[in-house]
């Protein structure tokens, strides 16, 4: 058996292998937590410095028509491109619950009422940790994996020292309500955590062509912090100018 139908295999879930494949220094490992597998891909070279953690959005939950989907794992390549794109020592690209690895627990509220549930925090959390132990991570999330990124600052003892965001949904009660939909019941929202959080560097790149997530929502979450309009990106698109930015975090 090869190593390109092993990676195949391990990836079970998708629909076909991912056209991006990881850089030799990233390795593929799964994580078990208290509730979940977590796929992650990780490059740990130094060991001593800070920790970048690209967190991945919502993925593919829902279908064209608006219906969930069977398996969320997303088609978009963007979080993969910026976490094998950055020279830092020490990166991890960090997917969310149920994504390129089914667990037992994984059901379809995890990534539709439920996508910020306490466990999916919880089982990030314990993800970050078996990698990194006490030290300090810069959270890097996109759309949904921004409010993961706020949550897990403002509800557990990772070692933050800055969060930066893409497009993110970081108040998804103001957020179904924009949209008309229904509210994410089950869920944790960073909103409701902003003392926690206000002290804490951070940076929110917002499109100004996101319709998914209009930038006047990410406006009023990030009033207090830094945020950065990217001309003409849209939810997923136009986000190239600024992966050299990103990447000069440390």
């Not at 079970?12 to 992650?40: N, V």
């Not at 997530?213 to 003409?232: D, K, M, Y």
Request: hydrophobic residues 35%; proline residues 5%.
């Amino acid at each position: 058996m090869n190593k390109f139908f092993i990676y195949c295999f391990t990836l079970i879930f998708l629909s076909a292998c991912s056209t991006i494949k990881a850089p030799s220094e990233f390795d593929y490992k799964e994580l078990k937590t208290d509730y979940f597998t977590i796929a992650t891909w990780q490059k740990t070279t130094s060991h001593s410095g800070i920790y970048k953690i690209y967190i991945e959005g919502d993925g593919y939950a829902f279908n064209s028509h608006g219906l969930p989907t069977a398996d969320p794992t997303p088609k978009g390549e963007m979080m993969r491109e910026l976490a094998y794109g950055d020279s830092s020592p020490d990166v991890i690209y960090l997917a969310r619950p149920c994504q390129y690895i089914k667990s037992s627990f994984c059901s379809t509220k995890y990534w539709t009422t439920a996508r910020f549930a306490p466990e999916i925090v919880q089982s990030e959390y314990q993800a970050i940790k078996q990698i990194i132990g006490n030290r300090p991570v810069i959270l890097i999330g996109f759309s949904g994996g921004a409010q993961i990124a706020e949550l897990l600052a403002a509800t557990t003892d990772l070692n933050v020292a800055k969060i930066i965001t893409i497009a993110g949904n970081l108040d998804h009660v103001a957020w179904t309500n924009y949209h008309q939909l229904p509210p994410l019941k089950e869920s944790l929202n960073a909103a409701d955590y902003k003392s926690r959080l206000a002290n804490l560097p951070q940076i929110h790149y917002i499109g100004t062509k996101d319709k998914v997530i209009p930038p006047e929502l990410s406006r009023t979450f990030a009033v207090n912090h830094r945020f950065v309009e990217v001309q003409g990106a849209t939810h997923n698109d136009g986000w190239e100018k600024i992966y050299h930015l990103i990447w000069q975090e440390q």
